[in-house]
């Protein structure tokens, strides 16, 4: 029986944590990544437990539950620093079986390209699905530019790829979802936008904190390597960009907000704050494959950062398809449809939560502030414990079918990493 070949498009979080799968499975995989080299954007990445155990299965867990960096009490701020809600990593453990990490997505993106053989991953090969391929058909990729092996196809610099199996990783504007169900309606402005940064730790100490104000959110979480992750978000329009900068922007909306925002702001360079608008998949696709190929990550379900699982969910995804694909090609299709079945509820309601929640953070009125404020200081007295609830059935998720590294619920337990 010859090796199957899965080619997979997007060298993200999610389609690197797929190829990695495979990889294991028997898989020979290929990942084609747009730009010129294996750069993540972005700062930093949640990875709560369920993301974490994901990881287990193909060996990097651990790894990953040693960028923790977060001690002592955290939680939910008014811009003048008083305290709405406080929790402790010891309380997300107790309920979820380990702590929320924050990682670089540098790191993250490390961790996994190191699973993968050599030349696996080829930058600067933009790629489009050319055909999904059917029952005994197989699923073909055209890409333009790098140097990796295909048939020529077309003009010069056109290459084709056909593989047994095409994972589409390619985020939310993807061109492999419009392939597979044109005229399905796109993700959709979720009416904020996003600002992330990361810097050296301030010399004041801090506590890892979210903060709500008036249409607006500011977080800071700490980096294992002693720098910080900043993060933001604020109602307006879609496509904005500020004239002397983000930076700039930053400074008007939350200069004046408790330590150690101003400090922060302080710090970070002109050009260092990266901002994306926010979208979320307001309507689910049918299917998350077609034929032989399949849609992972925010290509398939885009939601809103608030619950910290877009790219958790992505990295589930990724090991429930390698466990469904199996170690050959034949009864793909079936298998799939299987992926499709395990993912798609699951995924869209996270998508619903999440936005749920994005919603309440566009609070700006007096009143509703007031209201929301109420909530929070309520809960806060009924224990720290209870703030949790809004991972409950999301990050106590268990991988199907797999050993884990670090043992089952987060306990350490060592060993090697068993095929998802």
């Known amino acids: 029986m010859s090796q199957p070949r899965a080619v997979v498009i997007g060298a993200g979080i999610g389609g690197l944590t797929a190829a ?31 993301a974490q155990r994901a990881l287990d299965v193909i060996g990097v867990g651990d790894a990953v539950r040693a960028m923790s ?53 080829r930058t600067g090969t933009p790629a489009e699905v050319a055909d999904p ?26 290459r084709e790829y056909t593989a047994d199996l095409v994972v589409a990783a390619d985020g939310i504007h993807s ?8 005229g399905h309606p796109a993700p959709r402005y979720a009416g904020f936008t996003a600002w992330r940064f990361v810097v050296p730790a301030p010399e004041r100490p ?52 408790h330590h150690p925002v101003p400090d922060l702001l302080a710090a970070v360079r002109p050009d260092g704050v990266l901002r994306g608008d926010v979208y979320r998949t307001a309507t689910a696709l049918p299917a998350y ?9 925010d290509a398939a379900h885009a939601m809103t950062p608030n619950l910290g699982q877009g790219g958790c969910q992505a990295i589930e995804d990724a090991v429930v398809l390698a466990h469904h694909a199996g170690p050959d090609a034949a009864g793909l299709e079936r298998r799939l449809a299987a992926y499709t079945r395990d993912r798609l509820p ?62 089952p619920r987060g306990t350490r337990g060592g060993g090697e990493a068993a095929a998802p």
């Open 206 to 257: 801090f506590s890892p904190h979210e903060t709500w104000g008036p249409g607006s959110v500011w977080g800071t979480v700490p980096l294992h390597d002693g720098r910080v992750y900043a993060y933001a978000t604020a109602t307006v329009p879609a496509g904005g960009r500020s004239p002397d900068g983000e930076r700039a922007e930053l400074l008007r909306r939350f200069g004046d907000w």
């Open 289 to 297: 494959h077609q034929g032989r190929t399949v849609l992972l990550g």
């Open 346 to 407: 699951r995924t869209m309601d996270v998508v619903r939560r999440s936005g749920r929640i994005g919603r309440l953070t566009a609070w700006s009125s007096p009143p509703a502030r007031a209201l929301r404020t109420a909530a929070f200081t309520a809960l806060d007295r009924l224990g720290p414990r209870l703030a949790l609830r809004s991972l409950d059935g999301i990050a106590d998720w268990e991988p199907p079918g797999a050993a884990y590294a670090a043992g």
């Open 20 to 50: 990695a799968a495979l990889h294991l499975r028997g898989w020979a995989v290929t990942v084609l990544e747009r730009a010129a080299a294996l750069e993540p954007v972005g700062a930093g990445i949640a990875l709560a437990p369920n």
């Open 175 to 182: 061109t492999a979802r419009r392939t597979l169900f044109p």
């Open 69 to 121: 960096a977060w001690q002592g009490e955290g939680g939910l701020r008014t811009p003048s620093g008083r305290w709405l809600s406080r929790t402790t990593p010891d309380a997300a453990a107790e309920r979820f079986g380990g702590p929320v990490v924050v990682a670089h997505r540098a790191d993250l993106v490390g961790l996994l390209a190191a699973r993968l053989p050599d030349g696996a991953v």
């Open 133 to 158: 391929g059917g029952e005994g058909r197989p699923a073909a990729v055209r890409v333009t530019g790098g140097d990796g092996e295909g048939e020529r196809k077309g003009g010069e610099g056109v």
